[in-house]
Nanobody, 121 residues
Framework: QVQLVESGGGLVQPGGSLRLSCAASGSIFSIVVMGWYRQAPGKQRELVASMSITGDTNYADSVKGRFTISRDNAKNTVYLQMNSLKPEDTAVYYC???????????????WGQGTLVTVSS
């Protein structure tokens, strides 16, 4: 069974930085897309950034130039470096993985449990 385990959330002051990590556990052959979504109170979940297995990236306009996504395919891990954080970045951040191939079966999409990022002075 594949699970996504996130870490790295917390409280940070405006202008500060945080780095989120998400590791996929299990006998994984490949994960086509890994990414991060976020959901603020009262708002819909939205894409923050994603990265394909070939390295193609996609960012929300609101985070371009401030956030950087990266992944280690050998470790099935995706990272999100968040710089110049703003109060409006406050949200629960969810790791997402799409088209996961394992030894026993394939998964169309999986989500992590979420990690809270709070940007406040």
């Amino acid at each position: 069974q594949v699970q996504l385990v996130e870490s790295g959330g917390g409280l940070v002051q405006p202008g500060g930085s945080l780095r989120l990590s998400c590791a996929a556990s299990g006998s994984i052959f490949s994960i086509v897309v890994m990414g991060w979504y976020r959901q603020a109170p009262g708002k819909q979940r939205e894409l923050v950034a994603s990265m394909s297995i070939t390295g193609d990236t996609n960012y929300a306009d609101s985070v371009k130039g401030r956030f950087t996504i990266s992944r280690d395919n050998a470790k099935n891990t995706v990272y999100l470096q968040m710089n110049s954080l703003k109060p409006e970045d406050t949200a629960v951040y969810y790791c997402n993985a799409v088209n996961i191939a394992t030894m026993n079966r394939g998964y169309l999409q999986l989500w992590g449990q979420g990690t809270l990022v709070t940007v406040s002075s």
